[in-house]
């Protein structure tokens, strides 16, 4: 990877002036003379931009949550729902708290029938009336003013909560005494370090945590949120550095340039475009999370590296999306995962649900379709090489050896979950150029090396992941 670092750092040297860049690449720190690489606009809100407003409406909540906790913690879930709706109704104003006001009634007055078709009817309609036209332009109407933040947060802050509300109102249809009441649905959705940006954190869990009266930490609690938080900054410091040398998120826009550079440069520019993804995720939900466990929460836990990726059931750069999604539609519908025809069923509305969440187009249909694909045939494959003669090789040749045949198997598993991903990140013209100099135009040297590193890189895990198992059981 620091073979392909330099290729990649080479081409953002000596091509900063490109037209292409002029929108995307700006001025950089000061000091450091040299421009940056600017092109996603969350993460330049986040930690450049709008930093400063992010951090004054965290710290006040922190501050509110933590005078409540002392003085009367059995109110503090009120508070948090207060402070939130204050601070939504600042940045937003007031008639989008009554639209969000008005979804959460719909939803809630839905839930109270205790059918799940229902609920999931009525929430996933909504979902969709802000994924289409005309139903987007008129709720977007009732946000007053324009600012930079506004698209970004109106939508955020609308998604989001129809998937809390249809979290609610599933676990309404669950609970078999009575109903919950419309004010724990509001104090769950207007949590607001879960509000505009997630993660979603299912309201069983949400409503057990924020309404737990007992309010203790294990040893060295405090000391692990500080390091988080700290272990955050740094890498939000690395990050930045980072993109004032390598232009990993501009570059692949420029498909006259990409045709110019070496094999290695633009796979491990696909690369490192998942890794930057991963951490943005990582960074930002380690945010919102070090908040949230200050406030004795347990939020989703950040998405797992890409690095440690190889097969498709643990692919995913949201834990909470990822979580929702599990609890309430693949392992509902999908049982124990032993029957091909349920996978199917299970991973087809899992994947049709995320299609909708993300927003519907060409290229969200095809990642959807080729990761469904991908799942399917992972469970297709594990049974197939369940059957005889299979199952007995195995059982004849060692461990070690079982696993590198598996590794082999994996590397390619590996590649397939990169292209498909920097299909959704990227571009179609960027994923097909990726896989023409990976698998035809550079066979055999490409190829063969890329994997070969990949083989080794899928061993570390594997032997990683046996060492834990080992560690685990005793």
């Given at each position: 990877?620091?073979?392909?670092?330099?290729?990649?750092?080479?081409?953002?040297?000596?091509?900063?002036?490109?037209?292409?860049?002029?929108?995307?690449?700006?001025?950089?720190?000061?000091?450091?003379?040299?421009?940056?690489?600017?092109?996603?606009?969350?993460?330049?809100?986040?930690?450049?931009?709008?930093?400063?407003?992010?951090?004054?409406?965290?710290?006040?909540?922190?501050?509110?949550?933590?005078?409540?906790?002392?003085?009367?913690?059995?109110?503090?879930?009120?508070?948090?729902?207060?402070?939130?709706?204050?601070?939504?109704?600042?940045?937003?104003?007031?008639?989008?708290?009554?639209?969000?006001?008005?979804?959460?009634?719909?939803?809630?007055?839905?839930?109270?029938?205790?059918?799940?078709?229902?609920?999931?009817?009525?929430?996933?309609?909504?979902?969709?009336?802000?994924?289409?036209?005309?139903?987007i332009s008129w709720q977007a109407g009732f946000v007053i003013g324009s600012f930079e933040l506004r698209p970004l947060l109106f939508y955020g802050g609308c998604g989001f909560t129809i998937m809390r509300c249809l979290s609610f109102a599933l676990e309404n249809c669950e609970r078999k005494d009575g109903n919950y009441?419309?004010?724990?649905?509001?104090?769950?959705?207007?949590?607001?370090?879960?509000?505009?940006?997630?993660?979603?954190?299912?309201?069983?869990?949400?409503?057990?945590?924020?309404?737990?009266?007992?309010?203790?930490?294990?040893?060295?609690?405090?000391?692990?949120?500080?390091?988080?938080?700290?272990?955050?900054?740094?890498?939000?410091?690395?990050?930045?550095?980072?993109?004032?040398?390598?232009?990993?998120?501009?570059?692949?826009?420029?498909?006259?340039?990409?045709?110019?550079?070496?094999?290695?440069?633009?796979?491990?520019?696909?690369?490192?475009?998942?890794?930057?993804?991963?951490?943005?995720?990582?960074?930002?939900?380690?945010?919102?999370?070090?908040?949230?466990?200050?406030?004795?929460?347990?939020?989703?836990?950040?998405?797992?590296?890409?690095?440690?990726?190889?097969?498709?059931?643990?692919?995913?750069?949201?834990?909470?999306?990822?979580?929702?999604?599990?609890?309430?539609?693949?392992?509902?519908?999908?049982?124990?995962?032993?029957?091909?025809?349920?996978?199917?069923?299970?991973?087809?509305?899992?994947?049709?649900?995320?299609?909708?969440?993300?927003?519907?187009?060409?290229?969200?249909?095809?990642?959807?379709?080729?990761?469904?694909?991908?799942?399917?045939?992972?469970?297709?494959?594990?049974?197939?090489?369940?059957?005889?003669?299979?199952?007995?090789?195995?059982?004849?040749?060692?461990?070690?050896?079982?696993?590198?045949?598996?590794?082999?198997?994996?590397?390619?598993?590996?590649?397939?979950?990169?292209?498909?991903?920097?299909?959704?990140?990227?571009?179609?013209?960027?994923?097909?150029?990726?896989a023409m100099r990976l698998f035809l135009k550079g066979f055999p040297l490409t190829t063969i090396m890329v994997m070969f590193v990949t083989y080794c890189l899928i061993q570390l895990i594997k032997e990683r992941e046996r060492r834990q198992v080992t560690r685990d059981r005793e």
């Amino acid at each position: 990877m620091l073979w392909a670092a330099r290729w990649i750092s080479d081409v953002s040297n000596s091509n900063s002036n490109r037209k292409t860049f002029k929108t995307s690449v700006q001025t950089g720190w000061y000091y450091s003379g040299r421009k940056m690489d600017a092109a996603d606009v969350e993460w330049m809100m986040w930690f450049s931009t709008f930093r400063e407003h992010i951090i004054f409406a965290l710290s006040g909540h922190v501050i509110f949550a933590k005078i409540c906790t002392l003085l009367a913690p059995q109110y503090r879930s009120l508070v948090f729902m207060v402070y939130g709706m204050l601070a939504v109704f600042t940045s937003m104003g007031w008639a989008y708290v009554t639209l969000i006001l008005s979804h959460c009634v719909l939803l809630y007055s839905i839930s109270l029938v205790k059918l799940r078709w229902l609920c999931f009817a009525a929430g996933l309609t909504t979902l969709a009336t802000f994924k289409m036209e005309p139903f987007i332009s008129w709720q977007a109407g009732f946000v007053i003013g324009s600012f930079e933040l506004r698209p970004l947060l109106f939508y955020g802050g609308c998604g989001f909560t129809i998937m809390r509300c249809l979290s609610f109102a599933l676990e309404n249809c669950e609970r078999k005494d009575g109903n919950y009441s419309i004010l724990e649905l509001l104090k769950y959705n207007f949590y607001l370090p879960f509000f505009y940006f997630g993660p979603i954190m299912t309201f069983d869990k949400f409503y057990i945590q924020a309404n737990n009266p007992t309010l203790t930490r294990k040893d060295g609690e405090m000391w692990n949120i500080s390091i988080q938080a700290l272990l955050n900054l740094g890498v939000i410091i690395i990050v930045a550095v980072i993109l004032h040398f390598m232009y990993i998120l501009t570059i692949p826009s420029d498909m006259k340039l990409l045709k110019h550079i070496s094999d290695w440069a633009l796979v491990g520019l696909a690369y490192l475009n998942l890794v930057y993804d991963w951490v943005k995720a990582a960074v930002m939900f380690g945010v919102i999370n070090t908040v949230s466990r200050l406030d004795h929460l347990d939020p989703p836990k950040p998405p797992k590296c890409i690095t440690m990726l190889y097969v498709f059931s643990e692919t995913h750069f949201d834990r909470g999306i990822n979580d929702f999604l599990c609890n309430y539609v693949y392992n509902y519908l999908g049982g124990k995962h032993d029957n091909v025809l349920d996978e199917l069923i299970a991973s087809l509305c899992t994947f049709g649900i995320t299609a909708l969440w993300l927003g519907p187009s060409w290229v969200v249909f095809i990642w959807a379709f080729l990761n469904c694909f991908g799942l399917n045939f992972e469970l297709w494959t594990a049974k197939f090489f369940t059957m005889e003669p299979f199952i007995s090789i195995e059982m004849a040749i060692s461990e070690s050896m079982s696993r590198r045949i598996r590794a082999v198997f994996n590397t390619f598993n590996f590649w397939t979950i990169v292209l498909y991903n920097v299909l959704a990140l990227n571009s179609l013209e960027f994923a097909k150029l990726v896989a023409m100099r990976l698998f035809l135009k550079g066979f055999p040297l490409t190829t063969i090396m890329v994997m070969f590193v990949t083989y080794c890189l899928i061993q570390l895990i594997k032997e990683r992941e046996r060492r834990q198992v080992t560690r685990d059981r005793e």
